[in-house]
Structure formats: C-alpha cells, structure tokens
C-alpha cells in the first residue's frame, strides 16, 4: 500500500448544528442575556472579545433589548472610563462612518463594569447583584435568563474565577436559562496540569458548560473544511494514502516577541501554537465522515485522529530558535525554548496508515503522488497540490500541469484558484471570534475542544516538550526572515516532500 507524510510546521521570524441559518436576530427567544467579560482591562478582552461582540451587536446577533454585557476586573475603573479604553478598538479613530459612530455609542451603553478580586466573593457577589438587577429590568423570568462568562484570563487563576462563578453568579436553568463558561487557551502546559485544570473545573461544571475556546476553529477557511472534503465527490476517491503523499500545515509570522518575549517563552512554538491551532487543523484534514453534523458525531472523530498518532519520533522533529530571541530583556539569557518546530506526524489508521503530517501566512497543503507514466517529461515541474490558504488573502487553489500556450507541446504548472477576496467581493468574513462567541450562545459545541480531545493532544506532545524543558532538546539558530533551520527543508524531503521550482502563487488582482 502507499503511504503518505503529514508535516505540522510553525515557522516565524522570532521565530448545535451548522445547518442553522446565521441570520442577524437569529438566538432563540428566551430571557434575558448576561455576557460577562472576565478581564475585561486587559489586551484579550480589548483586541479581540469586544470587538467580536460589537460586531454581533450590529448584525443584529445581540438585541439591546435582551442583552447587557459586564466587564469585570481588578483594575479600578468606571464605567465611562472602560467605555473610553475600549472606543479606539471598536472603530477606527479616522473614517468611520456616521453609522457606525452612532452604533458604537448605543453599544457602549449596554456595557457596565464592576471592579473586583480573581478570588473573593465579595466582587463576585457585587457582579451578581449588578446582573441580577439587570434580568430584573428585562423582565426575565426566573430559571429563563442566560449568563455567559468569558474568562479573558490567565489559565493560572482559572479554578479560582470558576469557583467564585459557581459558588455566586450561577443562573437557575429551571426553566430552559442557563450559565456557560468560556477559557482561552493554553489549557494548560502538559497532560498533568491539563488533567488537573480539567478535573477542577469539572467539579464545578458539567461539560455542556464548558467551552474551550480554539480561535482557528472559527477561521472561515478551518470551517470550511468539512464542506469541502464531504460535499465534493471528486475529493472523496482521492483522500487517502494511495494518492496522498504528504500533508503540510503550516503556520508562519513574520515578527518578533515584540514586547510578549517573557509570555511566550514558557510556553514555546509547540504550546502556543502546534499542540492546540494546527493540531485542529490535522484533525479536520485527517478525519473520517461524521454520521451527521452534531457537534459530539464530528469531535467523535477527532478524537479518534488523535488517538492514532503514533509517539513521536526525535529524528523526525527539528527545533529552532532565532537568532536574537534572547536580547529580548524579558526571555533568559540561556532560554531553551524553540520559536519554530517542524514535527511529523504519522497517523495510524485504514485511510492514512503510515502517513505522516506536516512572510506571514498559515496554510494547508495537500501534495499528490507523482502520475505513473510520465509522458509528458513533466514531473520537473512539481506535483499537483491542493492548497488552503487560511491566511492572509484566503484561498483555496489547486495546482496542475497544464499545457504552455502556443505552438509547441510542453507542460507548465498553473491552478484553478479560488480567491475569497475576487469571489466575494463585499462579503465582509466574519472574525473567529465573532463566530464562536455566537456559538456559545447558542449552545453549538462543534468548534470548541472537548475534555477527552484535550486529552489525547496533550498525550501527542508531553514527552517531547517534558525533553525540551529539561534541557535534552536544543533548538537550532536560524537568521530572522529566513525560512528557519535547513535541517527543516532536509526533514521535509527525507519525508516526501517535494518542492515546486519556479512556481509561485499570486494572488488575483480585482
């Protein structure tokens, strides 16, 4: 039989159903909703949680008449000064329009702070009070309201804020309302403390409750993956070892620590991004067809991806590290910790068996075997592949050999490429966060990361970052702006892998 590779790469310079119309106003009917913003003063809550919910908010997603938001933190604030902290990131400060101005200032009224500790009840007693009061004003019956925490926090202080949620701030759900905890990744930093974190806030939730967020799982093109593999019959013949010969999922940046050395340094390449964003990703590629879309029938079968990985092998990792990381006042001079990994992967199951899976930009790549019987002499001009652009200028296209124009008989490689910003042209893409935050509202599952998924990816990358940690590991300098270590490329192609000469994807001009 064939066999494939799958490679997971991170590169940088520093190295409840689908089928639900996402109309706006779409959110069932019921009580009141309570959407609490755990962090709120800080970069998370102001770059990305806010944002999202403006956007819901003028979509039509949150209806001022049902929805208040609290922004909960110990920084001591008042409402309106939040309000002005917030207002930069919610518009652009020239050229917005009147509209949106207008919007913003409704938006901003609904949001209302309460200053209190990670770990006493007194806050969380306040902040109960404050929402109570609310539901009160809204006329929602008792047992009807909704209440959505979002913990913009660090995994650190997780079980306490749980805690207090639990012991609080909970909804009576009665009556069909209930109370839904959000927590950002990392989950975490190995099985162990994964486990533990899990078990803490499994006492204190069931797991309906719990929803572990992943950005990358409300990237437009993450979510289209399934369509894509299970709505096209063309792909359902060809996606298996016997025409696959390797898979690339990788992810680049083109900055530095910039400012975020000292965070980033105790996590790694492999935490931050790999054992969670691309790890996702691997699954969808890799996984079999759901029964149906219910959101347990598809984490079902990620789950099963994940528990086919074979251990991983230390002559199929290369770690680097970029030269000047540790100038960075806030990473120790003598870091052991890579900012790029190339990892292979090999899944053991009917479909891959044996397979194994690997400027800023995150993309998925699919590469075919080489046609037998070479007639066309055109092998030189690269294998065909299936690409999936997920960022930026989002693509999906596919290279062939074609015939050059004119009068002579002789191949070249093009593509049939499908462009998101020519093809869509004034369809806005909604925010990951956008997407999943309304997810959470309705209950929807399917694009957060279960209990036992958590598990068994963790159970793929503990042993090499428990070597990493100690010291056993050493990741390789390699220049800033360079493609990372050659004994990345080396890797690469003793795995498969072969690189298009020549050939280079531009994106479709408007």
């Known amino acids: 039989m064939g066999t494939s590779e799958w490679h997971i790469e991170r590169r940088a310079s520093f190295g409840s159903e689908s089928t639900i119309a996402r109309e706006p106003g779409n959110v069932p009917e019921s009580g009141s909703l ?36 609290f ?8 409402d309106d000064e939040l309000r002005d902290r917030l207002r930069g990131y919610l518009v652009p400060e020239k050229g917005a329009s009147a509209q949106q101005l207008e919007d913003l200032e409704k938006f901003l009224k609904l949001i209302k702070y ?22 009160y004003l809204k006329n929602s019956v008792e047992g009807l309201s909704r209440r959505l925490f979002y913990l913009a926090l660090p995994p650190s202080v997780y079980p306490s804020v749980c805690k207090m949620i639990k012991t609080c701030c909970m909804n009576k759900s009665d009556l069909g309302g209930w109370t839904r905890v959000v927590v950002e990744k990392p989950f975490g930093r190995d099985l162990q403390s994964a486990e533990e974190l899990s078990t803490e806030i499994g006492k204190l939730f069931e797991e309906p409750q719990i929803y572990r967020i992943d950005h990358y799982l ?34 680049r940046e083109d900055f530095g620590t910039e400012g975020r050395g000292g965070y980033f340094d105790q ?19 890799a996984m079999e067809k759901p029964v149906s879309l219910k959101p347990e029938h598809i984490r079902d079968e990620k789950v099963k991806v994940l528990e086919s990985v074979l251990p991983i092998r230390d002559d199929e990792v290369v ?16 870091s052991n910790t890579p900012t790029f990994a190339t990892v292979i992967l090999r899944i053991h199951n009917e479909r891959w068996e044996g397979k194994a899976l690997n400027s800023r930009k995150a993309e998925i790549r699919v590469q075919f075997k080489d046609v037998p019987g070479d007639i066309f002499k055109c ?28 009068l002579e008989m002789s191949a070249v490689q093009s593509e049939l490429d499908l462009s998101y910003g020519q093809r869509y042209q004034g369809v806005t893409i909604p925010e990951a966060y956008e997407r999943l935050i309304l997810d959470t509202i309705r209950g929807d599952q399917q694009h957060f990361v279960r209990r036992d998924e958590l598990k068994a990816s963790w159970q793929i990358f503990t042993p090499l970052l428990h070597r990493i940690d100690d010291g056993d590991f050493k990741p390789i300098l390699y220049k800033p702006g360079s493609r990372g270590p050659r004994e990345a490329d080396q890797l690469l192609e003793q795995a498969g892998y072969v690189q298009t000469h020549g050939y280079i994807w531009i994106p479709p001009t408007l």
């Open 114 to 135: 309460v200053c209190g500790s990670y770990d006493s009840e007194d806050g969380f007693r306040l902040l109960d009070k404050e929402i109570s009061e609310h539901e």
């Open 379 to 406: 092998q030189k001009q690269g294998r065909n592949e299936f690409v999936i652009r997920l960022q930026p200028s989002e693509a999906i296209y596919m290279k062939l050999t074609v015939k050059q124009p004119g």
């Open 218 to 251: 409300g990237k437009e093109l993450v979510q289209n993956l399934l369509v894509l593999r299970f709505a096209n019959r063309f792909f359902l013949p060809l996606w298996n070892r016997d025409n696959i010969d390797n898979v690339q999922i990788v992810f």
């Open 34 to 69: 309570s959407i609490v913003v755990l962090g709120a003063s800080g970069d998370l809550a102001k770059k990305k949680t806010f944002p999202a919910l403006f956007h819901l908010y003028r979509q039509g997603f949150l209806p001022p008449d049902e929805v208040h938001i």
């Open 267 to 285: 996590y790694g390449i492999i935490r931050d991004i790999i054992q969670n964003h691309l790890l996702q990703v691997l699954c969808l590629v």
């Open 71 to 78: 922004g909960y933190a110990r920084t001591k604030i008042s």
């Open 319 to 334: 770690l680097g590290q970029y030269e000047g990381y540790t100038d960075d006042p806030t990473v120790p001079d003598e």
